[in-house]
């Protein structure tokens, strides 16, 4: 069995953003030369999300909605994490949109279904945060 690790870098100029990371996963992925396994891919930072979801501008936008609706930036004093830090609804966000996603391996490609695409999701932006990958497989 071979194993490869690598980690991504994000640094996205707003707070929130979504990201489509599968052309640099894929990459890394034929880096490996692994072709039947099993790929994780984690944010690993607890204010950011790895999902697989359609790249669709209109649905991005309805996630953005959505996740305002559940777990709104503002105002700041609603939460009780926020004293120190104003960044309670980004981790709200990223338990809701999850830490990672495991995707098959099959003949050296991501196994996807139809419309599915890895997103990097960042709650709480302007600053340096890693993604890690792992494969293992043969
Ligand atoms: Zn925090």
Same mark, same amino acid.
């Given at each position: 069995m071979k194993t490869y690790r690598k980690e991504l870098y994000f640094e996205t100029s707003r707070r929130r953003e979504l990201i489509n990371i599968t052309a640099q996963v894929a990459a890394a992925l034929t880096e490996s030369g692994i072709r039947e396994g099993l790929l994780l891919c984690n944010a690993m930072h607890i204010t950011s999300s790895i999902f697989i979801n359609d790249d669709e501008s209109g649905l991005h936008r309805d996630i953005e909605t959505w996740l305002e609706s559940l777990?709104?930036?503002?105002? *700041?004093?609603? +939460?009780? *994490?926020?004293? +120190?830090?104003?960044?309670a609804d980004a981790h709200l966000k990223r338990t809701i949109m999850g830490r990672e996603v495991v995707v098959a391996v099959t003949g050296g490609k991501?196994?996807?279904?139809?419309w599915e695409q890895i997103f990097y999701g960042e709650f709480d932006g302007k600053r340096r945060k890693k993604v890690l990958i792992k494969i293992v497989g043969e």
């Open positions: 777990a709104p930036e503002k105002p *700041h004093s609603r +939460y009780h *994490h926020n004293g +120190y830090e104003d960044n991501l196994d996807f279904g139809t």
